[in-house]
């Protein structure tokens, strides 16, 4: 009888124990997406800011007058993923395609794989000419022309120390010709084409770009 209480109760204490550290893991993952989140909502308002600024904004002046703020989707943790970053063992020059100028050169620097809805996705990583603390992914997918931009948008990433990054859609946002003709942006590379809907981050700025 002893034997059998001390087994119950050693039972129903380890899922006490079970239950808390279930807890306590569901609240870093709450604040770890409630951090990101915040920290997307930051950088909109920087981004706003910057288009306000007549020193700052790629605007054209029309557009200046009247702006109210970029158009978003709403914030979606699921599109905030763990990915897997392959460096590239001997980076090399890709012309990359512009809009309305001669071929850039930018540094392919890997890529990136990851799983989206039970699909595995891979998309090619690059380096800025004039940046250093991060790589670019110039993309696009099933909402260009429709919702977004229709000649793609990019995201980006901090340069990684290994093998893992957080790839965030809801930091993904348009090109400078999406707001104006005066400008000149990359074109997304056929291969970084996602055959989804990625319904998050920058959408279209206005049906005339």
Known sequence: MCLAFYVLYHYYKMKQVILVLLLLFMSIASYSQDEAAQAVIARREKVNKEFQDPNKSPLDPADKKKFAGLNYFP?????????RFV???????????????PKMEYTTVGYVTFEFHGIE?????????????????????????KETYESGRYV?????????????????YNPYCAYSRRFSCPIPP??????????????????SH
């Open 75 to 83: 914030i979606d943790g699921d599109y905030r993923m763990t990915a």
């Open 87 to 101: 460096k590239t063992e001997r980076p090399s020059i890709f012309k990359m395609k512009m809009t309305a100028s």
């Open 121 to 145: 996705y891979k998309l090619s990583a690059y380096k800025k000419p004039e940046g250093d603390d991060a790589y670019f992914i110039p993309f696009t997918d099933a909402t260009n022309g």
């Open 156 to 172: 980006e990433f901090p340069v990684p120390t290994g093998d893992q990054i957080i790839l965030d859609f809801n930091g993904a």
């Open 190 to 207: 056929p291969e970084n084409h996602l055959g989804v809907a990625i319904s998050a981050g920058e959408k279209k700025f206005k049906e």
